[in-house]
């Protein structure tokens, strides 16, 4: 398993006003999406998340969110040492994700960059 780099979650009440203070913090373009009610921009390293406190309290259990070279070999280390996959492989705009229960109890995403069918 090859880890390319983390993104720092965020969750605010007022995406857009979050979007311009870090488009301008990162000097990065948001890339936007929306999933189950919770409106996601990707701006830089951060991942900024604003939606109905019932998905977000789900989403916060979540501590970062990890870029890996491929899901399917990261599901099988995190298995191989003791953990559970809760959720995945699935399709997102940045790629395949698994959301991952560790050993400790420490919940992490993992997102590849493998291109979408």
Known sequence: MEILGTTLRIYVDDLDRAVVFYERLTGAQAMR???GGVSVAA?????LMSGPPAEID?????TA???VKDVADTAATVQQGGGQVLV????SPAGRNII?????GAVF???DRQPQP
């Not at 789900?58 to 979540?62: D, E, G, H, S």
């Open 43 to 47: 701006v830089g390293c951060f991942l």
């Open 109 to 111: 995403e993992y997102v």
């Open 88 to 91: 995945g492989p699935v399709n």
């Open 58 to 62: 789900v989403l916060r259990r979540v």
């Open 33 to 35: 999406s929306e999933r």
């Open 100 to 104: 991952a229960l560790h050993p400790d």
């Open 65 to 67: 969110t990890i870029a």
